[in-house]
T-cell receptor, first 110, second 117 residues
Framework: QKEVEQDPGPLSVPEGAIVSLNCTYSNSAFQYFMWYRQYSRKGPELLMYTYSSGNKEDGRFTAQVDKSSKYISLFIRDSQPSDSATYLCATLSNDYKLSFGAGTTVTVRA | GAVVSQHPSWVICKSGTSVKIECRSLDFQATTMFWYRQFPKQSLMLMATSNEGSKATYEQGVEKDKFLINHASLTLSTLTVTSAHPEDSSFYIC?????????????FGEGSRLTVL
């Protein structure tokens, strides 16, 4: 079983829609949960991370973690064509190793 | 902000040759750097953890004699793919941990695309 499961999509939405991305993880010991954005042929860029359960908001982005169900979510409000990218969820172990999901490819149509 | 630089960004080589990829943290000291490999349309897979001044720790299934990692200073780690073969063609990405920041902030390089003919 993979440590982090993520539906690879692809996901296509019209401009202005809400993008909803989800992951599940298996190891209940994980405390840090990350979301990265990766453009084609580029390294991942950290969008935001959360510690333990709860919500975190940064501009149009909201990350949620539900540790009881081992569920991680990212919401993008008022999506823009520039948001088109691959979004990777990840968990961070105590020795700082990242376990990535498969990544979901998102296209925001103008 | 912090920047992690990788060089070269892309390289094409003949089968059997060795290729070295550099990963530099430009404005912070990185006690730990990580090397990942990413195949097309797949996620990043951790290959090894590189600690400054000590031997790298390799993930299961990664050949340490094939993927040589050196972390000689707090700002530089290198990955050498020895005797490269076409199946080694991939996107190699490093990340660096800034020891002055929280554990949730790891910075990635731009990646190095290796094509072995």
């Amino acid at each position: 079983q993979k440590e982090v499961e993520q539906d690879p999509g692809p996901l296509s939405v019209p401009e202005g829609a809400i993008v909803s991305l989800n992951c599940t993880y298996s190891n209940s010991a994980f405390q840090y949960f990350m979301w990265y954005r990766q453009y084609s042929r580029k390294g991942p860029e950290l969008l935001m991370y959360t510690y333990s359960s709860g919500n975190k908001e940064d501009g149009r982005f909201t990350a949620q973690v539900d540790k009881s169900s081992k569920y991680i979510s990212l919401f993008i409000r008022d999506s823009q064509p520039s948001d088109s990218a691959t979004y990777l969820c990840a968990t961070l172990s105590n020795d700082y190793k990242l376990s990535f999901g498969a990544g979901t490819t998102v296209t925001v149509r103008a | 902000g912090a920047v992690v630089s990788q060089h070269p960004s892309w390289v094409i080589c003949k089968s059997g040759t060795s290729v070295k990829i550099e990963c530099r943290s430009l404005d912070f000291q990185a006690t730990t750097m990580f090397w990942y490999r990413q195949f097309p349309k797949q996620s990043l897979m951790l290959m090894a953890t590189s600690n400054e001044g000590s031997k790298a720790t390799y993930e299961q299934g990664v050949e340490k004699d094939k993927f040589l990692i050196n972390h000689a200073s707090l700002t530089l780690s290198t990955l050498t793919v020895t005797s490269a073969h076409p199946e080694d063609s991939s996107f190699y990405i490093c990340s660096a941990q800034n020891r002055d920041r929280g554990p949730g902030e790891l910075f990635f390089g731009e990646g190095s695309r290796l094509t072995v003919l």
